[in-house]
Structures are given as structure tokens and as C-alpha cells.
């Protein structure tokens, strides 16, 4: 095969090639700049080693070294979740390995927490957390509340709130990265935690360790921050796994680890017996608690101290869900109407929350997570009917109910007066430290004046030091002038000009003399001497007689109570109860209050469900009839003029007239009745009408009168009307009252409305009645006594220049139009006594 041909290539250029050489730099050989290149590299690398991923935010520090394995004995229980330590909405499945939450009814919007049964009191220990779901419901993204999801995992006392965050026994990491101590919240100490990332929690409280009392968190194995310190509240007490959420479900691990991490470290199952303090799970049955108290005499206070003494109940009322909401973020909401302590009412913005949902689901929570509950139903537990209804809520239960009814055991009333006392002392403390701060600023501006006074004093002093050196020396150039002029003149002419500035000088030292006079100070006012602390308060008598705290809110509404308390009732075991305690009082004192208790609120409380019955209506309208055939008889009586046989006012007995409609020669008894007259009969029989009516529609043999607060209450109900005082110019009702108390009056001792008149059926006495007031009236009148005069406004409006143009007024039931003028002086009356 013949050898290939060079390749030739055309000459260049000589000066292309020239220029090319000086652009171009020299080629090195390339082996020898692959070899230099790889030098390069292997000066710039240390040598390889094993590192830790760490990262960028946490700074180098001494890790943690692996568990050492010892003989100590390990705890025996099992890890889990006991119902106690569970919010109501928390439920554990699968073997209590993965935690979710209820999500019907508003329990969405509320956190979910859950506190292990074990708590590490030393050691070293781990759980593991790892989010398996994450999710908002629709109805949230519609709601102005703060209810975002999220969750926390920490460690915390036996007792403390099941919602990390809320009280200062506790310490937690979320998932944006926060760590807290407590209430108190740190800056941002890591990246987000994502779901299906494995959490490891490390609570190491082995004092021979350089991170002793600190918790760590890892995620999939690898530090997220440094050790955190525990706070000094919670160094020596034991600590339990916590973790609170909402919108998620978790998977929670609390034996062998599933990540693995830098060392070696125990999980919380295998805790040593000394290093843990384990909450026995309950035995026997579950109880049902049922306290029956009446309304505020210490219902919620009785309560509260049971719960302190018994953590491991969990209450059931309306104000638990409240205390719930706002702890889960949700704005603190307004009241409703009729709002009270036992039902609130609350208005939170979210309608599952608003249409009582939650307590719907609330109470089918016994069946699901059984554990011992208290009901706090306080009307319910009072009335038979409904407690049947709450027992039926409990099957399997131990039902207990507690009567907490008569006078309080001298405990509660000491924990009643430290109440007191405490409210009382903080009122004053606020008054004292309002009034130290007061001082403190009055003081301080008077130093400040002070202060612009000794400055404005000094400003004047140096104006006027400059002022006298200016005169001075004005006044020696002067001297030195004319002495110049006059030169030799004489002694005469120089001692006059040497006196006239001895005596200008005097002058003006006298001026400054008088300037400088000590003005007499203003007598200062005493101020109160306050002192460095506040003054402790005490009790007065009165005080310490008091039983029991009574707030602005009721615990039970008026309305509702108005309806209630007839019903109310001492529970017995035959309603289905396992046991009935007595808390103050035993069985027959306690039933023997409530009689009493039920007697005494019957005259105290108002029938708000009262209706006037069909004989009240038929009276009445039988009356206003009547009424009005009496108007039209005087007015008949007066335009006939006096006829024959006529007798004068002062010539009748009264009370010994047969006819009201004829005393003699067709004169009627009224004939002299003026509008005020007819308001009177009319004030008569309405009151004598309401309390006969009353009686018989309320048919209660403990309710035979009305109490005077209430006269107003029962008067709009019957006649549709207010009771209006001001028509004849009196203030209050039982002066208007005193007008007809031959008719009605108020017991002066039972503050009650009672009937003067046995018997007012007949129109008959109560003519004769207003008739013997008005002649009473006039003959005190007549002998100068101008008290007597009835000051009485017709609360008409001036009439229309053209008559036909003033529409007639409407006419009460059982009057015909036209007919509602009185005759007397022609006034027409109108206004509280009806329109007749």
C-alpha cells in the first residue's frame, strides 16, 4: 500500500502570520498542562474525611455521645395515650400509633392535643413524630378567625393545659421553625417541617451531659438547631410527650426509632423505672358526675374547686367550649341575647360554631372516648325531665350526682372570701398605682416649673447686671465730659455733679432692694401621703357574711329561669343514679332549702310567658262598654240642664245611694265628674282588674300578689300599655298608687300589690269611691289647701283650625266613634287612661 501524501497547505502570509504570533500565546505541551492542572486541584482539597451534614443555621458545637447500655430496670407500662390527656377531639388509632381529630360540628376549628402517660424526670429519651396529613377545610378559607393549620411537639407537666401554648408548664417546637417555652415564643430557630419527614424529639435531662436540661429536634436524622435550654420552671419535674394540632393527622412513635441519628439514644419506652413517673391508667368503671346547685350560689365555683382537687375529670358545659375556642385562636366572642353562664350564646362568626353544632357533638363524645366527665348543665341538672335525658348519654357509667344546695362548708366560704379579697385588693392596687402616677406627674412638673423659673430669674439677673454696667458707664463718660467742659469751675459745681450719681445710685440699689424683697409663699395643699407599696384591704362585716360571688352575667337568664324554677327538683337514685352525695346540707335540709329557695323566687321573678286569659278580656270589655254609657249619661244629664228633685253634692250619703244613675231627679252620682274624675275610676278598676286577673291565671297558692318591681312588667302585659306617671305629674308608681288606695295599695313590709276592695265586680263602688275622692279633694281646695289639686295633663294637641280636617281619634274596644269626650269641661281624654 502506498504511503499517503502529505497534506500541503498554501503558504500564508508573511505579515498574517507575523500578526497571529503576537495574539495568540505559545501552546504548552498538553500532558504537561493536564499534570500542572491536577496538582492544582489536589493543593486546593484537603483530604478526604467523613463529615456531618449540618445545616447552615446551626454552628458548630460538642454532639451528643451514644446511649452507654446499662442494667437499670425499664418501666413496664405501655407508652400510649390515656383519655384524660385527651383533648375531646383527638383520637388515637391504630394501637394509639397515629393520632387524627374530629372534624364535624366546629371541632375542626379547634386544637387537638394529646399527652402521653409517661413522664422523664432524668436520662436521655426520644419520640418521634412524623405528619401524614395536612389539609383545610372549605368553610375556614370563609372565616375572618385565625383557625390555620399546624403542629407542635413538646414535652410537659402532668396537669397543665392539653393545648401546648397555653400555659407556662410546657416547651414546644411547630412546624414553621418557632421554638417556645412556654407563652414566650423564640425567632424562627429552623426551616419548615414537611409532611412525611421524620421528627425526632430529644429531652435530655442526664446531668453528667454537657447539654444537660435541653430539648433538641431532628429531622430525618440530621440536628435542625441547637439545644434548647429548658426553662427553670420546669428543670426537676417530670415531663411528658406532648404534641397539639389542627387540620392533620400524625403518626406518633414512642419505642424504637425509625430515623436514625448521629448517636444512639433511648426512646421514651425504654425509660429506666427511675427516670419516669407513669400516670396509672383508671380502673373500674368510668364515672358520670352530675353537680345540682342552684343558679349563682356558687354552681361554677363549686366546680372549679372539685377540678382543681380531681384533674382527671373532664367538664362538659358551654363555657368549656368557649375557654377551648379562644386558647385554639379564635377571637373571644360577643354574647348573645339572653346570654348566661350555663348557655352563652356565643356568636364566634363560623356558622358550624354559631348553630350550636358543637355541642351536639360534644355529646356524643361519651360513647367514643370514654373517661370520667362532670356535666355542668345547670338548669338541666335541676329538672327531673332533663337529667333522665343526660343519663341516657352515659351507658356503662357510674352516675354521680352531688347536691350542692344550702349553706357552704366553711372551706368554700374561706375560698369565697379570698376571692373577695383578692378582686378587692386588685381594685385597690389599680386605684393606688392610678394615684402614685398622678403624684409622681404632679411632681414632676413642679420641678420642671421650678426648674424654668430659676432660669427665667437668672436670665433677669444677668439683662439687669448688664443693664447697671451699661448705665455706669454711660454715666462715667458723662462725668469725664463735663468735667472736660467745665474744666476748674469750682468745688460747688463738682460736688453737685458727684451727688446727682451718688444719689441716682441709691435710688437704684433701693429699686433693687424692693425687687429682691422675698415674696410670701403660697401655702402649699397637703398632699396624701401614698407610701412605697399599696395599702392592704380587708373584709367588712358584710362581707364576710357574703356566701357566695355573684358576677354581671347570670348563670341562668331571667327568661329561662322564669320557666324553669317551679320545676326544679333534689335528684334521687330512682332516677337511675348510682349514688347522690350531699356536698353542704344533708337530704332533707337540702330539700327543705329548695322549697324555700322556689317559694322566695316566685315573688322575685316575672312570668315572661304570662297571657291575659279570656275572662280578663271579657271584663275588660265588658268595663269599657259600661264606662262609656256612664260618659254619655252625664253628658245627657248636663245638656238637660238640673231638673226637680235634684240634690246638692253635699247633701248625699254616698255610700248609702242605690242608683249610681239617679241620686234624685235623674241626677247621676258622676254628674260632677271631670276628665280628671274619669281617669281616676279608670286608674281604679284597672288596677283592681289586673290583680284579680293575675290570681286566677297564674293559679299558684304561693303567688297571691304581684311584687311591686314587677307592677309595670304585668300592666303592659294585660293592657297593652305603660303606666304613665307623668299624666298626673308624680314620679313613681306608688305615688300614683296612693291616689286610689281606698282601691289598691302596696304593703309597706312585703313591698307587694294587694286589693284594697274585696269586691269591685259592680261599676257601683268604684263610682262611689271616686265620687267620695273627689268631693274630699274639693273641700280641701275650697279651705286653701292647694296640695289637694290634681295636677293633671290631658296630653291632648291643640285643635285644628278647621275641624272637619282633624281626623277623629280611634275609639277603645266597645266605644262608638264620637264618643270618647268626658263632659265635664268638654276635654277630651287621651293618653295612659286609654282613648275614650
Same mark, same amino acid.
Given at each position: 500500500m502506498p504511503p499517503k501524501a502529505a497534506k500541503t497547505v498554501p503558504p500564508k502570509d508573511p505579515k498574517e502570520a507575523e500578526a497571529k504570533k503576537k495574539v495568540e500565546p505559545k501552546a504548552k505541551p498538553k500532558a504537561t498542562e493536564e499534570k500542572k492542572r491536577k496538582a492544582d486541584e489536589a493543593a486546593e482539597e484537603p483530604a478526604p474525611k467523613e463529615v456531618k451534614v449540618v445545616p447552615p443555621q446551626v454552628e458548630e458545637f460538642e454532639e451528643e455521645q451514644d446511649d452507654v447500655p446499662d442494667k437499670k430496670q425499664k418501666i413496664k407500662a405501655e407508652v400510649t395515650f390515656l383519655g384524660a390527656d385527651l383533648t375531646l377531639n383527638a383520637i388515637p388509632c391504630m394501637g394509639n400509633k397515629v393520632l387524627m381529630a374530629l372534624n364535624e360540628g366546629g371541632m375542626q376549628y379547634?386544637?387537638?392535643?394529646?399527652?402521653?402517660?409517661?413522664?422523664?424526670?432524668?436520662?436521655?429519651?426520644?419520640?418521634e413524630v412524623k405528619i401524614t396529613e395536612m389539609y383545610h377545610p372549605s368553610e375556614a378559607s370563609q372565616s375572618r378567625q385565625n383557625v390555620r393549620g399546624f403542629i407542635r411537639i413538646g414535652f410537659s407537666t402532668s396537669g397543665s393545659s392539653l393545648i401546648l401554648g397555653e400555659s407556662e408548664e410546657s416547651v414546644w417546637f411547630d412546624n414553621n421553625g418557632l421554638f417556645s417555652a412556654g407563652k414566650t415564643k423564640a425567632p424562627k430557630t429552623f426551616t419548615k417541617l414537611n409532611k412525611d419527614q421524620g421528627v425526632a424529639i430529644i429531652l435530655n435531662l442526664d446531668e453528667k451531659s454537657p447539654h444537660a436540661n435541653t430539648v433538641s429536634i431532628f429531622r430525618d436524622g440530621v440536628r435542625a438547631c441547637k439545644p434548647r435550654k429548658l426553662p427553670e420552671n420546669l428543670i426537676g419535674k417530670p415531663l411528658f410527650p406532648h404534641v397539639s394540632y389542627r387540620h392533620a393527622s400524625l403518626m406518633v412513635n414512642f419505642g424504637?426509632?425509625?430515623?436514625? &441519628?448521629?448517636?444512639?439514644?433511648?426512646?421514651?419506652?425504654?425509660?429506666?423505672?427511675?427516670?419516669?413517673?407513669?400516670? @396509672?391508667? @383508671?380502673?373500674?368503671?368510668?364515672?358520670? &358526675?352530675?353537680?345540682?346547685?342552684?343558679?349563682?350560689?356558687?354552681? +361554677?365555683d363549686w366546680l372549679d374547686s372539685f377540678l382543681e382537687a380531681n384533674p382527671k375529670y373532664t367538664e362538659l358545659s358551654d363555657r368549656k367550649m368557649m375557654e377551648w375556642a379562644v386558647a385554639s385562636g379564635l377571637t373571644r366572642p360577643k354574647l348573645g341575647l339572653n346570654a348566661s353562664n350555663d348557655k352563652p350564646n356565643y356568636q364566634y362568626g363560623v356558622h358550624s360554631l354559631d348553630d350550636n353544632s358543637l355541642m351536639k357533638v360534644v355529646q356524643s363524645i361519651p360513647s367514643i372516648q370514654p373517661r370520667n366527665f362532670v356535666v355542668m348543665e345547670v338548669k338541666s341538672n335541676l329538672v327531673a325531665e332533663e337529667r333522665s335525658q343526660i343519663l341516657k348519654r352515659f351507658p356503662g357509667y357510674k352516675k354521680v350526682a352531688h347536691?350542692?344546695?344550702?349553706?357552704?362548708?366553711?372551706?368554700?366560704?374561706?375560698?369565697?372570701?379570698?376571692?373577695?379579697?383578692?378582686?378587692k385588693q386588685q381594685k385597690s392596687d389599680s386605684t393606688w398605682r392610678m394615684k402614685k402616677a398622678q403624684q409622681e406627674q404632679k411632681k414632676?412638673?413642679?420641678?420642671?416649673?421650678? &426648674?424654668?423659673?430659676?432660669?427665667?430669674?437668672?436670665?433677669?439677673?444677668?439683662?439687669?447686671?448688664?443693664?447697671?454696667?451699661?448705665?455706669?458707664?454711660?454715666a462715667k463718660k458723662a462725668k469725664e465730659a463735663k468735667e472736660a467742659k467745665e474744666g476748674e469751675e469750682g468745688e460747688e459745681a463738682a460736688a453737685e455733679a458727684t451727688e446727682e450719681p451718688a444719689a441716682e445710685e441709691t435710688e437704684a440699689k433701693d429699686a433693687e432692694m424692693k425687687e429682691e424683697e422675698p415674696k410670701a409663699e403660697e401655702p402649699k395643699a397637703e398632699e396624701e401621703d401614698l407610701g412605697d407599696e399599696p395599702p392592704q384591704v380587708e373584709l367588712t362585716e358584710e362581707e364576710e357574711?357574703?356566701?357566695?360571688?355573684?358576677?354581671?352575667? @347570670?348563670?341562668?337568664? @331571667?327568661?329561662?329561669?322564669?320557666?324553669? +324554677?317551679?320545676?326544679?327538683?333534689?335528684?334521687?337514685?330512682?332516677?337511675?343514679?348510682?349514688?347522690?352525695?350531699?356536698?353542704?346540707?344533708?337530704?332533707?335540709?337540702?330539700?327543705?332549702?329548695?322549697?324555700?329557695?322556689?317559694?322566695?323566687?316566685?315573688?322575685?321573678?316575672?312570668?315572661?310567658?304570662?297571657?291575659p286569659s279570656n275572662d280578663f278580656k271579657e271584663k275588660y270589655s265588658a268595663w269599657q262598654k259600661a264606662f262609656t254609657e256612664l260618659q254619655t249619661k252625664q253628658k245627657a244629664w248636663k245638656?238637660?240642664?238640673?231638673?226637680?228633685?235634684?240634690?246638692?253634692?253635699?247633701?248625699?250619703?254616698?255610700?248609702?245611694?242605690?242608683?249610681?244613675?239617679?241620686?234624685?231627679g235623674g241626677e247621676p252620682l258622676y254628674s260632677n265628674f271631670e276628665a280628671e274624675d274619669w281617669a281616676m275610676l279608670q286608674l281604679r278598676y284597672e288596677f283592681f282588674l289586673l290583680q284579680d286577673a293575675f290570681i286566677k291565671d297564674v293559679n299558684d297558692e304561693d303567688r297571691t300578689a304581684i311584687p311591686e318591681a314587677h307592677l309595670a312588667f304585668y300592666y303592659q302585659k294585660y293592657f297593652k300599655k305603660a303606666i304613665n306617671t307623668k299624666q298626673f305629674s308624680l314620679s313613681d308608681v306608688p305615688e300614683l298608687l296612693n291616689l286610689i288606695k281606698d282601691t289598691v295599695a302596696i304593703d309597706e313590709e312585703t313591698k307587694m300589690f294587694t286589693k284594697v276592695l274585696e269586691d269591685a265586680e259592680s261599676l257601683d263602688i268604684l263610682v262611689k269611691c271616686t265620687e267620695e275622692s273627689r268631693k274630699e279633694r274639693k273641700r280641701r281646695i275650697d279651705a286653701g289647701d292647694e296640695t289637694a289639686r290634681l295636677k293633671f295633663l290631658s296630653h291632648n294637641p291643640a285643635p285644628a283650625p278647621v275641624p272637619a280636617a282633624v281626623p277623629p281619634a280611634p275609639a277603645a274596644v266597645g266605644l262608638q266613634k264620637g264618643k270618647g269626650k268626658a263632659m265635664g269641661k268638654g276635654k277630651p281624654m287621651k293618653g295612659m287612661m286609654g282613648k275614650w
Amino acid at each position: 500500500m502506498p504511503p499517503k501524501a502529505a497534506k500541503t497547505v498554501p503558504p500564508k502570509d508573511p505579515k498574517e502570520a507575523e500578526a497571529k504570533k503576537k495574539v495568540e500565546p505559545k501552546a504548552k505541551p498538553k500532558a504537561t498542562e493536564e499534570k500542572k492542572r491536577k496538582a492544582d486541584e489536589a493543593a486546593e482539597e484537603p483530604a478526604p474525611k467523613e463529615v456531618k451534614v449540618v445545616p447552615p443555621q446551626v454552628e458548630e458545637f460538642e454532639e451528643e455521645q451514644d446511649d452507654v447500655p446499662d442494667k437499670k430496670q425499664k418501666i413496664k407500662a405501655e407508652v400510649t395515650f390515656l383519655g384524660a390527656d385527651l383533648t375531646l377531639n383527638a383520637i388515637p388509632c391504630m394501637g394509639n400509633k397515629v393520632l387524627m381529630a374530629l372534624n364535624e360540628g366546629g371541632m375542626q376549628y379547634l386544637i387537638a392535643g394529646a399527652r402521653a402517660n409517661v413522664g422523664l424526670k432524668g436520662g436521655r429519651h426520644m419520640f418521634e413524630v412524623k405528619i401524614t396529613e395536612m389539609y383545610h377545610p372549605s368553610e375556614a378559607s370563609q372565616s375572618r378567625q385565625n383557625v390555620r393549620g399546624f403542629i407542635r411537639i413538646g414535652f410537659s407537666t402532668s396537669g397543665s393545659s392539653l393545648i401546648l401554648g397555653e400555659s407556662e408548664e410546657s416547651v414546644w417546637f411547630d412546624n414553621n421553625g418557632l421554638f417556645s417555652a412556654g407563652k414566650t415564643k423564640a425567632p424562627k430557630t429552623f426551616t419548615k417541617l414537611n409532611k412525611d419527614q421524620g421528627v425526632a424529639i430529644i429531652l435530655n435531662l442526664d446531668e453528667k451531659s454537657p447539654h444537660a436540661n435541653t430539648v433538641s429536634i431532628f429531622r430525618d436524622g440530621v440536628r435542625a438547631c441547637k439545644p434548647r435550654k429548658l426553662p427553670e420552671n420546669l428543670i426537676g419535674k417530670p415531663l411528658f410527650p406532648h404534641v397539639s394540632y389542627r387540620h392533620a393527622s400524625l403518626m406518633v412513635n414512642f419505642g424504637k426509632p425509625m430515623t436514625k &441519628l448521629p448517636f444512639t439514644c433511648r426512646s421514651v419506652s425504654e425509660a429506666a423505672t427511675a427516670h419516669a413517673s407513669v400516670t @396509672p391508667a @383508671p380502673s373500674g368503671k368510668y364515672e358520670m &358526675l352530675m353537680p345540682v346547685a342552684f343558679p349563682d350560689e356558687g354552681t +361554677f365555683d363549686w366546680l372549679d374547686s372539685f377540678l382543681e382537687a380531681n384533674p382527671k375529670y373532664t367538664e362538659l358545659s358551654d363555657r368549656k367550649m368557649m375557654e377551648w375556642a379562644v386558647a385554639s385562636g379564635l377571637t373571644r366572642p360577643k354574647l348573645g341575647l339572653n346570654a348566661s353562664n350555663d348557655k352563652p350564646n356565643y356568636q364566634y362568626g363560623v356558622h358550624s360554631l354559631d348553630d350550636n353544632s358543637l355541642m351536639k357533638v360534644v355529646q356524643s363524645i361519651p360513647s367514643i372516648q370514654p373517661r370520667n366527665f362532670v356535666v355542668m348543665e345547670v338548669k338541666s341538672n335541676l329538672v327531673a325531665e332533663e337529667r333522665s335525658q343526660i343519663l341516657k348519654r352515659f351507658p356503662g357509667y357510674k352516675k354521680v350526682a352531688h347536691v350542692v344546695m344550702g349553706k357552704p362548708k366553711e372551706a368554700y366560704k374561706h375560698r369565697v372570701h379570698n376571692q373577695i379579697l383578692k378582686q378587692k385588693q386588685q381594685k385597690s392596687d389599680s386605684t393606688w398605682r392610678m394615684k402614685k402616677a398622678q403624684q409622681e406627674q404632679k411632681k414632676r412638673i413642679l420641678e420642671q416649673q421650678k &426648674l424654668m423659673a430659676e432660669k427665667k430669674k437668672e436670665m433677669e439677673e444677668k439683662k439687669k447686671a448688664e443693664a447697671e454696667a451699661k448705665k455706669a458707664e454711660e454715666a462715667k463718660k458723662a462725668k469725664e465730659a463735663k468735667e472736660a467742659k467745665e474744666g476748674e469751675e469750682g468745688e460747688e459745681a463738682a460736688a453737685e455733679a458727684t451727688e446727682e450719681p451718688a444719689a441716682e445710685e441709691t435710688e437704684a440699689k433701693d429699686a433693687e432692694m424692693k425687687e429682691e424683697e422675698p415674696k410670701a409663699e403660697e401655702p402649699k395643699a397637703e398632699e396624701e401621703d401614698l407610701g412605697d407599696e399599696p395599702p392592704q384591704v380587708e373584709l367588712t362585716e358584710e362581707e364576710e357574711k357574703q356566701n357566695f360571688i355573684k358576677g354581671s352575667i @347570670p348563670d341562668v337568664s @331571667p327568661a329561662v329561669l322564669a320557666k324553669a +324554677f317551679a320545676s326544679f327538683t333534689v335528684p334521687e337514685k330512682s332516677e337511675g343514679f348510682d349514688e347522690v352525695n350531699y356536698e353542704w346540707q344533708g337530704a332533707a335540709e337540702s330539700k327543705e332549702y329548695l322549697r324555700k329557695w322556689v317559694l322566695e323566687t316566685k315573688l322575685t321573678t316575672r312570668i315572661e310567658d304570662l297571657q291575659p286569659s279570656n275572662d280578663f278580656k271579657e271584663k275588660y270589655s265588658a268595663w269599657q262598654k259600661a264606662f262609656t254609657e256612664l260618659q254619655t249619661k252625664q253628658k245627657a244629664w248636663k245638656s238637660g240642664g238640673k231638673k226637680d228633685g235634684s240634690k246638692e253634692g253635699g247633701a248625699v250619703d254616698i255610700f248609702s245611694v242605690e242608683d249610681i244613675n239617679d241620686i234624685g231627679g235623674g241626677e247621676p252620682l258622676y254628674s260632677n265628674f271631670e276628665a280628671e274624675d274619669w281617669a281616676m275610676l279608670q286608674l281604679r278598676y284597672e288596677f283592681f282588674l289586673l290583680q284579680d286577673a293575675f290570681i286566677k291565671d297564674v293559679n299558684d297558692e304561693d303567688r297571691t300578689a304581684i311584687p311591686e318591681a314587677h307592677l309595670a312588667f304585668y300592666y303592659q302585659k294585660y293592657f297593652k300599655k305603660a303606666i304613665n306617671t307623668k299624666q298626673f305629674s308624680l314620679s313613681d308608681v306608688p305615688e300614683l298608687l296612693n291616689l286610689i288606695k281606698d282601691t289598691v295599695a302596696i304593703d309597706e313590709e312585703t313591698k307587694m300589690f294587694t286589693k284594697v276592695l274585696e269586691d269591685a265586680e259592680s261599676l257601683d263602688i268604684l263610682v262611689k269611691c271616686t265620687e267620695e275622692s273627689r268631693k274630699e279633694r274639693k273641700r280641701r281646695i275650697d279651705a286653701g289647701d292647694e296640695t289637694a289639686r290634681l295636677k293633671f295633663l290631658s296630653h291632648n294637641p291643640a285643635p285644628a283650625p278647621v275641624p272637619a280636617a282633624v281626623p277623629p281619634a280611634p275609639a277603645a274596644v266597645g266605644l262608638q266613634k264620637g264618643k270618647g269626650k268626658a263632659m265635664g269641661k268638654g276635654k277630651p281624654m287621651k293618653g295612659m287612661m286609654g282613648k275614650w
